[in-house]
Each structure stands twice: as C-alpha cells, then as structure tokens.
C-alpha cells in the first residue's frame, strides 16, 4: 500500500468554496489537497445565474460580501484570468400589485447604507426612461450600482488553476470516500484507493457536505435542488445591471443578465428536482415555460428572443438560508464552508479569503455567528 | 387495458414503416414530425405546385420515394399525425411539444425516436464564408427547391452523398467544378469485402461516379482542403486544397457543398436519458440499442439514421423492426418470422453501412492540423487556437469543459456541426484518446424556441 | 447584384413580390425565404462575432444559421419559412424591437 499523501489542509468539494480556500490557503503558504468528485466547478459554481450582488442580502451578510466583492474587483488580476465580470449593477424591481416591496426595499436601502452598499431608488418616469423595456407591471426599482455579475463557467476553474499555480494539489475526478481523524490527523480515503492525510480538514462539499458532516458526529438539515437556467441568442449588448423580481412568490421570482457578447441569461421561478448520489439533475420543461411566461411580464419585448439552452445544477440549501461557515462545534481541526442555498456565487472569494485567514491565524473579523453549524443540533 | 399510447418522432423512413407497423396492429400511434410533409429529409417531398417527377428528383430510389409518400398518405387514417411539431423536450414520461397551437405535453407508453441525421462536417479554414453548405443542403436545395447553391460549385468531404448530390447537380445542368474525395481510393477496396453484401447499392455508387466523370468534372481522391478562400462581405471565392500528389492548387467556385457522410439527430436519445457508447469505426457516440432497436430505458425504441447511420433502406427495416419490439413489449402477438427477417436484414445493411465507413473514412488527422486561426464553432466563432489554449492552459480534457470554458458548441445549433471536430482537436492537443474526451451533452430545447410561444393562461 | 443560388427547373410557378431590407424582391410561390433571397443577392445574415456575413448551412432547419427577422421583430428560419407576397424581411436586428421597445 502506498502511503498517504499529505498536506497541511485537505478540502473536499471542488466548488468555487473549496477552490477559493485552496487559493488563498497557498497565498499564506500553507500546503493544500482539493479532492473533487467530478471537475472543479461543475454543479452549483458552475451553473448558477452568476450575480456578484450584495443587495438583497441579510445585514449581518453584508461584511463578508463586502470582503468578497473587493476581490471580484481585483479578480483578473489576482487569477491571471478574465472570468468575465462586469461591475454594471444589479437592480430589484417591484410590481404594482405588490406596493409593499417597494417599501420594503426602501427600508433596506435605509439601513444597508451603513454597510457601504448604496442602492438608488428609481421609479415613475425615471425608470421608464432609464430602462425602457420594463413592463407596465413594474412599479419600482432599487439599483445597486457597484454590484455586477461574473461567469459562473469560468470562475470555478479559474480559482483552481490559479491555486494548483500556487502549488495547491487539486485532484479531479478523485471521489472522497470517507474521512475520520485518526490520531491528530484527518485521513481520507478516495474512491481510487489513494489516502490522504492532514491535520485540519475543510469541507465543501456543498449538496454532498451531509455524510462528511454526519461521520463527525454532528448534523445540517442540507437539502439540494437545481437552478433553473438557460439562455438567449445574442443581441446588441445594451443592458448593463442584471435585474431580478423582488417577490414572495417563487414562481414570479425570475432574474436576466446581459453578458457583452449579447446572450441574455435568464435565471429564476420554479427550481429543478437533483439527484445528487447520480450527479444528475433534470430540467423540467414546465419549469422553463413557466419561466418564460414570467420573463415577459418583466420585459414583454423579450417575447421574441429564441432560448438556445436550459441547463441546472445541484445546489444545497438550509432551512434558514443561511451556509454553515466556520470550524466544528465537535471535532478540532475541522472546518465548514457549504449549504450556500442559491445564493453563494458572491460570497465565494470572500469565503475562500475569510477560511483561509481562520484557519491560518485562528481568527477572522468577519463574525459567523450566524452561520455556526451547532444552530441545528437543538431543533 | 385502455390502448396504449405510443409516440413515433419522424415522418422518413424509419418513422413511416414504424408507424405503419404499429397500424397494422390494430393500434394508433401519434406520429409527431418537425416538417411540414413527411418523407423525411432523404425523401423530402417538393412543395404543392412543383412539378418534376419522382424518378427526376429521387434517381434510383424513386419507386421506395413514392412507396414511402403514397403508404404514409394511406396511413393518415390510421395515425394521429402531427407536423410541423418539434418535440423540444422530454421528461416524466411525455413528449413536450411546440406546434401550430403552441406548447403541449403528451404521455406514451412506448416512445420511438426516428429522428434521422444531419450531415456530419470537418471544419476547413474558411468554412464560416457565405457560400459554404453542408452536402446534405446542396441537395436539399436542388430536391426541394429546383435550384443549385451556386454558380460554380464544388462537393468537397467523402461519403456515398458526395457523390450522389454531384451527379444530381450535373443532371439537373447544375455547374460542377470537382468532385474532392478526402478519402483514397485505396479505402475503396479495403472496404470491398462489407460493401460487397449489397451488390445493388455498391453498383449504384460506382455508376454515380460514372455519370459525373462522363459529364466531365474532375474527381480526385485523397484530397486535404486548405482553405475556403473568401472574403467577409462576398463569401466563398475558391478552395484551396493539396491534391494526393502533394500539389497545392486552387478552383475558383461560388459555392462548396461539404460533408463527410452523416451524424444521427441523437439529441431526444439523450434527454430521455438513454446510454450511449463509442463506436471506434466512426469514431462517433451512438445511443445503445439492441439487435431490435430496444434503447437502454424502458419504453424508449430507436430505429433510422437517427441512431445509427445505415441509411434509407435501412432504416425502413429498422423502423418496422423497433415497432414489433414495441409490440412485444406490450403484450401483442408478433410473428417470430418477421422478426428474424428484418433482423438478419438490419444486419446485412449494418455491414454495409460498416463497408462504407471504412471506404469513406472520417478525416480525424484534418482536424488535428487545422490551422489556429480555423474558426470551428460556426455558431460561436470559436476558432481551433482557442479551443487548443482551452486545453493547454485550462486542463480541459473533456468534451464539456471544453464547451464550458470556451463556448465550443455553445451556440444555437448547439454543438450539431462542431462537436465531433471539436473532440478531435481536444484529444489531439492533449494527447489523449478520442473516448476519453466524451460527447457534448444535449440540453433542451432540442432547437431554439420563442419565449413569446410560453403564452400565459387566458390569452 | 447577383445572386448565390441558381434556378435550374420549375420556373412556370407564379411570381410574387416581397420586401427584403425595404426593398422588393421578385420570388416565385413555393420558394423559401432563403431561396427568394439569395437568388437576387449573396447575404442573408451577419454573424454576431463580427466574421462576416452567412448564407445559410444546413438547409434543414438544424444549424439556425438563416435566421431572418419580421418588420414585427419575429425571428424566421429562413431555410423553413416559405416566402409570401407582402412580407416584410429584415436581414438585421430591428432597432426598434431590442432592448427600447416599451
């Protein structure tokens, strides 16, 4: 038997979490192994909407999406790498037989502006004349003007080519099987027979996070459902924020976004059912036409664009919405960064960022009081 | 039991003799096609008021061209026939269809994917000018049209259609300036041996090539295209191309008709999740099927080109064939006579069509020397430097990383003419064998559709 | 300007006349949009990325590379759509229709 390989953290999941934590764990010099299923970036990283938005976030999420979107804003340089963001905005609009959002994004703009996010308020004429291709529904608009979005497709990869550059070992196509601490160290074993072994374990495994969780003793409530996702020809690039429904209501809930070369991605409305233990997850046609009817209350023009694709991916959720992020209430040297529940994509660098300065000092700034992953073992 | 509901997707050959398979049973079947008139694409039938005769337009294969028009118009009786009807998308055990009155979903009990080919194509520098067609189109253009793609045309790949389409075009006085045979003639007699099981056939192809040396067009065999020398406003200029002699000349034409034989329409095959496996001959993924057209998932029946390309005559063996299957599965009574017949039948033309692969090899070291500049992706303007730097720099390995990371196969056809060129060039840059590199996966719509055909309930 | 295609047969249709960029093109009953098209003139669209202009791959409604639009904005496949006396083809993206339509 050969012996184990070893490093100073081991991270299982190839996520945008776990290729973030190996980039900037090797840019304070600590050695790394990123085990992946299947290729880095692939699932929820990979098929998301790729908003870079801070609006519409809790308060108390703001500090750690402030972090991040620093580095979303220094991203190319940092990855050597162009993952496509584009620093154009994003707006939430109401609808008129819903006044009480406007209220409600109002209020939110109020007090987010403690936290350096500043939204704008648009509606009446104004909207009209700054985005003519609203609907008549829409009654009000709150644009945050330094938020953006980003290639999903590109960022995972991006951070793991960048991280295996600086000397992190990512190894795709290399299935974690299962994973104990023996002794003082993590060891896991892989589905191809190899071992690995480190004193401190991270995992983010997003939608697979449960039975690594489970192993340790403790417990996340994580379930997974999949986008739903597709996209437009191309047109003239003339739409610069990515614009979303603010709504309760799931089926209203669609966003798009312009990318330059002109396709608009369409996000949002009913979600997909996953099969997580297959790698699978099936876009449901009645999904995308509900979807597509939704899409044009938004924008009655778009009525006339042809969809080229619908895809989907497997994302974990929790109950409250909110990730479990930070180290283990049971086991030392274990950590935790998944369960991102739709809304990850953003948060993503600073994660990495805010991991690797926990793990590598014992401590961060960022306050992940809410995201402790002992707030399920009461319930 | 109430009767089973069993859809056939595809009014050709295969769909036809399916369709009228289940009929002859006493059953009904719903027969969803995407053209406005079946006959599917090899007997495509002219518009209403055209008025050339079945022997002009189909040669050789006229009378099973008329046997296939006049028996499906016998059968609309006895089916449900829908046309102009794209089945997009399939899931729970319907088919979701986009017609004439808009989106619709429809349950079966057994589905029977006759979705036929489309011309499979190795890019050649230059192939995105106007002016360049797919083989496939150049006939399209003269059976359904009475018109040629150009002024001056020249047929450029391998495959029995580059030979057939040549010879329709001098007939129908259509100006042909060569015939260029990427395969030697040397894979013409290895191949002998496979071919040598349809003698008709076989001498149908060697009197093609007859008729289009007797009309005077230069064939040559053994031939690598250079470029489509053009221009960006105007189009396709002249072909540039090494003869076998290692000579690099030049034709001036308006027009190239292009293809290397043909690629199945695979796409509803893999939404209904069916497995798929390599075949190294053709150096293609094709969906798994038994000796009776039984695809990997329960209730899902594959028969034609649109499985596994063995042409026309073909395909009306293995539509009648997957139909009994359907039958039996169901708990009809099937005569085991027939089935050994159309099984040994379906063999007989599956050698065939494995002689005519190695006779009219696909051009797989083309694309590994296609210059950096070749645009590959016609859709997306991903040209071959690109995808290279794909796997050079980013790692991509994999058919769909690759798609992922360079938007190879990305766009509105989504991977049809660019996807086995673009594994090719993925293994042949990292090193790595043509299977490993995978296949693009199909997503939905299996073409692009309006959003504005997504009408919200009341209107 | 001359056209891409050539007719070789069945020229006894009837004719009819559409618009094509607002100007009329002379076309017989039964052709395509593509063939009425490209048998007065050599364009039938521009690819998006700037490599110039398309006339069509396939013909058989799979490559999507004939799209033409309606004065209404609707987009066509060209290759599919019979041509019809008074339609009005745009072989550019109407201004009005993407993204300042109200």
């Given at each position: ?47 998301n909407f790729?908003n870079?938005r801070?609006q519409g976030r809790p ?31 994003h707006m939430r609009v109401s609808y008129r037989n819903r006044p009480e959002i406007a209220g409600d994004m109002e209020r939110y703009a ?11 308020m648009?509606s009446?004429?104004?909207l009209?004349?700054?985005f003519?291709f609203l609907g008549p529904e829409v009654l009000a608009a709150s644009l ?79 379930t997974s459902r999949g986008p739903n996702m597709c ?10 924020p990515s614009i979303g429904v603010a709504t309760p209501e799931t089926m209203e809930s669609v966003y798009f976004r ?6 608009l991605v369409i996000g949002g409305s009913i979600q997909n059912p996953t ?8 876009v449901k046609p009645e999904n995308s036409i509900g979807q597509w009817q939704q899409m044009q209350r938004l924008i009655p023009?778009i009525g ?6 619908t895809?989907s991916?497997?994302e974990?959720y929790l109950p409250d919405h909110q ?18 529940s739709g809304a ?36 | ?102 989106h ?347 959003i504005g055909?997504a009408r919200t309930s009341g209107e | ?102």
């Amino acid at each position: 038997m050969t012996s184990p390989i070893r490093s100073d953290i081991l991270i299982i999941g190839g996520g945008i979490m776990g290729c973030a934590s190996a980039f900037f764990l090797r840019r304070r010099g600590i050695s790394v192994n990123l085990l992946e299923t299947d290729l880095v970036g692939r699932q929820a990283s990979g098929t998301n909407f790729g908003n870079v938005r801070r609006q519409g976030r809790p308060l108390y999420q703001l500090p750690l999406a402030n972090r991040s979107i620093a580095i979303w804003r220094q991203a190319q340089a940092l990855l050597g790498t162009d993952i496509e963001y584009l620093q154009r905005g994003h707006m939430r609009v109401s609808y008129r037989n819903r006044p009480e959002i406007a209220g409600d994004m109002e209020r939110y703009a109020a007090e987010a502006a403690q936290f350096d996010l500043d939204l704008e308020m648009i509606s009446g004429n104004a909207l009209r004349a700054r985005f003519p291709f609203l609907g008549p529904e829409v009654l009000a608009a709150s644009l945050s003007p330094d938020c953006g979005h980003a290639n999903p497709r590109l960022t995972g990869p991006a951070f793991a080519r960048a991280a295996e550059r600086a000397g992190a070992g990512v190894h795709e196509m290399c299935k974690a099987v299962s994973a104990a601490k023996v002794g003082d160290d993590f060891l896991v074993t892989t589905q191809d027979g190899r071992e690995f072994r480190a004193p401190i374990l991270l995992i983010t495994a997003g939608a697979w996070a449960k039975r690594f969780v489970e192993a340790f003793g403790e417990t996340a409530p994580l379930t997974s459902r999949g986008p739903n996702m597709c996209v437009t020809e191309p047109l003239p690039y003339a739409i610069g924020p990515s614009i979303g429904v603010a709504t309760p209501e799931t089926m209203e809930s669609v966003y798009f976004r312009q990318v330059e070369r002109g396709n608009l991605v369409i996000g949002g409305s009913i979600q997909n059912p996953t099969f997580p233990d297959e790698y699978r997850v099936y876009v449901k046609p009645e999904n995308s036409i509900g979807q597509w009817q939704q899409m044009q209350r938004l924008i009655p023009a778009i009525g006339k664009l042809n969809i080229l694709r619908t895809w989907s991916g497997i994302e974990s959720y929790l109950p409250d919405h909110q990730p479990v992020l930070g180290p283990s209430a049971a086991v030392s040297g274990l950590y935790y960064a998944f369960g991102f529940s739709g809304a990850g994509f953003q948060l993503g660098p600073g994660v990495g960022e805010t991991m690797a300065e926990l793990i590598g000092t014992g401590a961060t700034d960022i306050d992940l009081t809410a995201y402790r992953i002992d707030r399920f073992s009461s319930e | 039991m109430a009767e089973p509901s069993i859809i056939v997707v595809g009014a050709g050959p295969a769909g036809f003799r399916a369709a009228q398979t289940l009929a002859d049973a006493g059953l009904r079947p719903i027969v969803m096609d995407e053209a406005r008139r079946a006959g599917g694409q090899i007997y495509r039938r002219q518009p209403e008021g055209f008025t050339r005769s079945h022997q002009d337009l189909y040669g050789t294969e006229a009378n099973r061209a008329r046997s296939v028009h006049d028996g499906f118009d016998a059968l609309l009786p006895h089916i449900d026939y829908r046309s102009d009807t794209l089945v997009w998308h399939l899931s729970d055990g319907q088919a979701w269809t986009l017609g004439p009155d808009g989106h619709r979903s429809t349950p079966y009990d057994a589905l029977l994917l006759c979705t036929g080919a489309t011309d499979r194509v190795m890019p050649v520098k230059g192939w995105h000018h106007a002016g360049t067609y797919s083989l496939g189109a150049a006939q399209i253009a003269l059976k359904a049209q009475a018109c040629a793609i150009g002024s001056r045309v020249v047929f450029l790949g391998s495959g029995p259609l580059l030979y057939l389409v040549a010879a329709q075009y001098a007939k129908a006085g259509a100006n042909v300036a060569a015939v260029l045979d990427t395969s030697p003639f040397s894979a013409r007699i290895a191949a002998l041996p496979n071919l040598l099981c349809q003698p008709a056939v076989l001498w149908n192809g060697i009197a093609l090539t007859r008729d289009i040396k007797k009309a005077g067009i230069p064939v040559l065999y053994g031939v690598t295209p250079v470029e489509v020398v053009g221009n960006p406003e105007t189009g396709v200029g002249s072909l540039r191309f090494r003869a076998s002699d290692g000579t690099e000349q030049d034709i001036d034409c308006d027009a190239i008709g292009m293809g290397h034989h043909l690629r199945p329409e695979a796409q509803l095959a893999d939404l209904a999740r069916c497995d798929f496996a390599f075949e190294a001959l053709t150096r293609q993924w094709l969906p798994v099927q038994d000796s009776d057209g039984r695809s990997s998932v329960d209730g899902v029946y594959l028969a034609g080109d649109g499985a596994r390309i063995s042409g026309a005559r073909s395909a009306e063996v293995s539509g009648r064939l997957a139909a009994l299957a359907v039958l039996k599965d169901l708990g009809f009574p099937v005569d085991s006579a027939d089935l050994t017949h159309l099984r040994s039948a379906k063999a007989r033309y599956g050698r065939f069509a494995r002689g005519l692969a190695q006779a009219f090899p696909w051009p797989s070291e083309q694309a590994k020397a296609l210059p950096d500049e070749t645009i590959v992706c016609r859709c997306e303007a991903v040209t071959a430097g690109t995808l290279r730097e794909t796997v050079r720099e980013a790692g991509a390995r994999e058919a769909n990383r690759a798609k992922a990371l360079s938007r190879v196969g990305m766009g509105r056809c989504q991977g049809r003419y660019c996807g086995l060129a673009a594994a090719e060039i993925i293994a042949a840059e990292a090193g790595v064998p043509l299977e490993s590199v995978g296949r693009l996966r199909n997503a939905a719509p299996v073409k692009p559709i309006a959003i504005g055909t997504a009408r919200t309930s009341g209107e | 300007m001359s056209g891409r295609f050539v007719r070789l047969a069945e020229m006894d249709r009837k004719p009819l006349t559409f618009l094509v960029d607002g100007a009329p093109v002379d076309a017989l009953e039964g052709d395509t949009l593509m063939v009425a098209i490209l048998t007065s003139s050599r364009r039938l669209r521009d690819s998006e990325f700037g490599d110039g202009a398309r006339s069509g791959f396939c013909l058989m409604a799979a490559c999507q590379d004939c799209w033409v639009w309606t004065s209404d904005g609707d987009k066509l496949r060209a290759c599919s759509t019979f041509a019809r006396a008074g339609l009005e083809i745009s072989r550019r993206a109407p201004e009005a229709t993407w993204p300042n339509l109200p």
